[in-house]
């Protein structure tokens, strides 16, 4: 599907989103909201993709919002003229993001809901919303020269869209509270630290290196199973430990009957790659 401001390419089991509007640093709109969700949507119940790369044109990953709309929506709020409606395609929610708990169903908490691996190529400047995105992701990976910043206590703002959430459980309360107070500029190589990314690559294998990992994880990872894990590991974050060893005994009796399972044990026996169906 084409669309305005976000680009879909899915090969080796690989789809790649990117944020489309590099003059800007990708900064955030209604309409590119809209394209990224109906595109995530499509991509988790299309067989061909087995993994999602987020990532943004150009240097940047994604700006947080457009300040530039923000000012003249300030300004046509205030003389009473209304903004258009963005236009983006509507269809119904896969039935697994629709079977997901009500906290990942939100206008950007529906990441979790996805069922596969999402991961964040965090190629540039991530700030406010762009943070926010990146965080919603499985997995993040920064460019070497990347920046990061919450912004919006630079800006007036609150803690948005959930990050005072996804923020604490990655860093730590006291790290949590520092960025978001401060909203003071972070390198990759402390958010590496800090456990807000997963790695750090040089700008120049960057892309490679992302690519490397996401098409490892397309060939030798069964689908049903990242798809369970994922899941499970999102769900125990609102469970006691006693509920999540009990989910976990459900989900492996099922795992057992699957034929990924089968698959699983028979690629290994007979020493050549898996052929995982996601069944």
């Not at 999402?118 to 995105?133: E, F, K, Q, S, T």
């Not at 919603?136 to 920064?142: L, Q, V």
Request: glycine content about 6%.
């Amino acid at each position: 599907m084409n669309y305005e401001q976000i680009l879909v390419d899915v090969a080796d089991g690989v789809a790649t989103v990117t944020l489309n509007r590099p003059k800007q640093l990708n900064a955030w709109t209604a309409q590119m909201g809209l394209e990224l969700r109906h595109a995530l949507e499509t991509l988790s119940v299309d067989d061909a993709t087995r993994v999602i790369v987020l990532t943004g044109a150009g240097r940047g990953f994604c700006a947080g919002a457009d300040m530039q709309r923000v000012s003249a929506n300030l300004n046509n709020s205030s003389s009473g003229s209304a903004s258009a409606r963005p236009n983006a395609p509507v269809q119904q929610m896969p039935q697994a993001m629709e079977a997901a708990r009500e906290d990942f169903k939100t206008q950007y908490s529906y990441f979790p809901s996805v069922p596969k691996p999402i991961i964040a190529a965090i190629n540039g400047p991530a700030a406010g919303l762009g943070l926010v995105l990146a965080l919603y992701c499985d997995i993040r990976f920064a460019a070497k020269e990347t920046v990061l910043t919450t912004a919006f206590s630079r800006r007036g703002l609150v803690a948005e869209h959930g990050i005072s959430w996804t923020l604490p459980w990655l860093v730590g309360m006291g790290n949590a509270l520092d960025l978001l107070i401060s909203a003071r500029r972070l390198s990759a190589d402390e958010a590496l630290r800090m456990g807000l990314v997963n790695a750090v690559f040089p700008g120049e294998e960057f892309s490679a290196r992302v690519m490397d990992y996401a098409r490892d994880v397309a060939k030798f990872v069964s689908p049903r199973s990242a798809a369970v894990i994922k899941r499970q590991v999102y769900s125990s974050m609102f469970e006691p430990l006693l509920d999540s060893i009990e989910t976990s005994k459900v989900e492996m009796k099922s795992s057992f009957e699957s034929e990924d399972f089968r698959e699983g044990v028979a690629h290994f026996v007979e020493k050549r790659a898996p052929a995982f169906t996601g069944r």
